[in-house]
């Protein structure tokens, strides 16, 4: 899933747009973005309190601008408590669709897409 980032301008104009009253498609259009992205900021920005253009400072821009942090489901909970025995596999030269056979034996169901990419990113893998 890509994620687009938007500057601080259009950023504070999207936030302006959306405290005028526009809709999210509205501002999409006008902003020439997604109506998702456009969606996934306005949450952000409800979730740090903003209600009024006076609430924009350069640091609330800063921070909603930054990438957040992807939703983690229970897939990767699961994995998480597991890393230290993944990571071992991984060491001892195991092959990523063994180790997801292995998990699946276990009990742990997760998708091997998701224990790749947790490889990835916790572990640095490859």
């Not at 699946?104 to 091997?112: D, I, L, T």
Request: glycine share 8%; proline share 4%.
């Amino acid at each position: 899933m890509a994620y687009r980032s938007i500057s601080a301008f259009d950023l504070r104009e999207l936030l302006l747009l959306w405290q005028a009253g526009r809709g999210v498609k509205a501002i999409a259009r006008w902003l020439r973005l997604d109506p998702k992205t456009v969606r996934r900021y306005i949450t952000l920005a409800r979730a740090r309190g903003v209600v009024c253009a006076d609430d924009l400072t350069t640091e609330l821009l800063d921070a909603l601008a930054r990438r957040p942090e992807p939703a983690r489901g229970p897939s990767w909970a699961q994995l998480a408590t597991l890393g230290g025995a993944i990571r071992t596999a991984l060491l001892e030269g195991d092959p990523l669709t063994a180790i997801h056979a292995r998990l699946g034996a276990a009990g742990v169901r997760v998708s091997y897409a998701t224990l790749r990419r947790f490889a990835r990113r916790e572990l640095a893998w490859r």
